[in-house]
């Protein structure tokens, strides 16, 4: 492992994942930069999943087993990731073109202890639309995720420092590794790119009331002002309701 050539490990959890495990598998292999690993966290698929990683990731490693759910199959990733700089792919989306590259770059300019992150494209909706990261991380946390995490890059050395995704989060296990990163004096640099493709429909998006709930969980445990949160989740439990009436 060279300084400038840092190695990265790219997870990917999955679970009856054939439709576009394929997709994800390509993006990843096609990138222009090479020295990466692809690490598959199955949680047991029972249908084409496990064969198609076999025949076309060119750089896996797999673990097929059951687990406890999505944190646990992130923590399991990570526990076995040996690149210097950590990303987290779900098996129905993909990454930009060439974007590892950029990574790096980004990364080797940086001080080792910044979370890189971009914006992100959402497809599978009437149509794609184009998603820039919210400014003023600190500030956002009161509100929602400030970055997206399908283009987030983490250095292996933060897991270490501040620990990995908590358990008992089904939904928003992300919100609350981020903000806990944030806490620690973690900064989020924006590298001003596409950093990946998120199809719509994901966990958390068809259970947001659940998501919401842990996301204020979340804040309150990490000593985030209660009225300001308890106003934010209210505020947004109320244009759920409303968007409900109009579907």
Do not use: W
């Not at 598998?25 to 222009?32: A, G, K, L």
């Not at 500030?139 to 890059?153: A, E, G, Q, R």
């Not at 919401?212 to 804040?219: A, D, G, I, R, Y």
């Amino acid at each position: 492992m060279q300084a400038d050539n840092p190695f990265i490990s790219i997870i990917t959890p999955t679970l009856n994942s054939s439709k576009y495990i394929r997709e994800t598998i390509d993006s990843v292999n096609n990138q222009s930069y090479r020295n990466f690993e692809h690490i598959f966290i199955d949680g047991g698929s029972t249908d084409n999943t496990i064969p198609i990683i076999k025949k076309y990731s060119k750089k896996r490693r797999i673990v097929s087993e059951p687990d406890k759910g999505i944190s646990d199959a992130f923590n399991k990733g990570i526990r076995l990731a040996k690149g210097e700089i950590v990303g987290i792919i779900n098996s129905d989306d993909y990454y930009a073109e060439n974007i590892f590259q950029h990574i790096i770059n980004a990364y080797v300019d940086s001080d080792k202890f910044s979370i890189l992150h971009g914006s992100m494209c959402l497809i599978g909706i009437k149509k794609n639309r184009f998603i820039r990261p919210r400014p003023f991380p600190g500030f956002t946390f009161y509100i929602d995720m400030p970055v997206y995490h399908p283009t987030v890059f983490v250095p292996k050395k933060i897991y270490d420092d501040i620990g990995i995704f908590d358990l008992k989060y089904k939904y928003s296990m992300d919100f609350d590794f981020l903000l806990r990163a944030s806490k620690k004096g973690c900064k989020f640099k924006n590298i001003n790119k596409i950093i990946s493709y998120f199809r719509f429909g994901g966990v958390a998006n068809t259970n947001a009331l659940k998501c919401h709930k842990e996301v204020l969980n979340s804040q309150l445990e990490n000593n985030l002002n209660p009225v300001v949160c308890r106003a934010t989740y209210l505020s947004k439990i109320a244009v759920n309701r409303f968007k409900q009436l109009f579907k």
